[in-house]
């Protein structure tokens, strides 16, 4: 069969040859493959090479890259080695497979490509395959990915959750956000302080594993080289990154800052709108929350028209709506000291206003005033706008296979498609 040729040229399995080639009873093709003349097998635990034991009776099958629709099996009657390092009879090392999987290394990396683009179950009904090895091939290349990753050059992360259950099921991820990598570093539950703390230890540790293996008598830390790190204001996050990455820029994240004045928005319409209501007046309020929590140039021309004529009321929410407004100019500051004064005069203000939401706003800018105004020691160059982008992956990670029923299986595809993790080199690309 041509089979033969095509595999001979597309894969390189030193000590071993593909003999022959045939279909067997139910339309699979069946490649036979034995060990090159005077090759000695190698032992599959510390893969020193020894004589033959013996040959197994029966041959053991590897299912390879499906071709035309026809399943295909890589067919060997496995050795045993009398290995004298070990002082014991193991089983050979074979180069197409790792481990007893009965998948090949390459049908393994086939199938975990097409997942990043399909949802696991589309991937094995498409290559007549069951969702578990589909599984199992996502598993091979994340952990040898997450074996051979290369953490140093990391000098900005960012930090933030993700609810990814009902009930307040929260994961903490951690993410490279430098210009040139964003990646996904670290995943773990909850978002508790425990849960970044021993995020940022198992990095440091793997960190000074590899440094060590290649070479480094006293590894600096990978922390200690960390310049900028992006959050939210959630207190556990802001109380471990102020203890363990002390020497880094931490910029607090300028989306949940706003996000924080659409809700003190919502606050004052629907406490104003239920008091004109109780009063008798007429429903001034009612199906504007749009116009005042969009930017003045997104509104469309009947919001224009809308809020033109509420702007002329003395209402307590234009009140807020123009001071939430008039706070959008702290974000086109170039300099963190003017930035500061604007800051400034604006809480003032907004204590001023009798506005509770708005002085509650102003009481957490100020409490947080030194982070905002990293935003602009940073030069403008992080913000929470890239996390949330990674975040928006993530979530149509989840979306695409319709959730993820463990832990395990959420957190392999989420180092799939966002850790930017290297993938095994074989001879012959074959997707």
Known sequence: ?????????STKFKRFVFDSARFDDKGRILVSVKPRKNSKPQCSRCGSS???????????WFEFIPIWGYAVFLEHYMRRVSCQRCGAVIVEKVPWSTGKHHLTDIYRCFLAHWAKKL????????????????????????????????LDGITAIGVDEIQYRSGHK???????IDTHCRRLLWLGKERTRKTLNDGLTELEDKYRQKRIVAGEETPASLLHGIKFVCSDMWKAYLHVIGKRLNSAVHILDRFHIMQHF??????????????????????VLGKTRFCFLKRKQNLTTKQRGRMSELVKM????VR???LKEDFQRFWEYTY??????????WCERAMRSRIDPMKDIARMLRSHRELILNWFRAKKRFNGGIVEGLNLKWNLTVRKSFGFRTHEALKTASYHQLGELPEPIFAHRFY
């Open 336 to 345: 963190a000291t003017w930035a500061g004064r604007f800051l400034d005069r």
């Open 1 to 9: 069969m041509r089979i033969v040729t095509i595999l001979n040229r």
């Open 170 to 176: 929260y994961l903490t991820l951690v993410y490279q």
């Open 314 to 317: 003395n209402l307590r929410t």
């Open 119 to 150: 949802p696991w179950k589309e991937v094995a009904n498409s290559f007549h395959t069951s969702w578990d090895k589909v599984y199992a091939s996502v598993k091979y290349v994340v952990e040898y990915g997450l074996e051979h990753r290369r």
């Open 262 to 283: 659409g809700k003190a928005m919502d606050k004052v319409r629907a406490a104003e709108a239920k008091r004109l209501k109780q009063e008798g007046q007429d429903p």
């Open 50 to 60: 020894g004589s033959t034991y013996d040959t197994a009776r029966k041959p053991r």
């Open 320 to 322: 807020a709506y123009l």
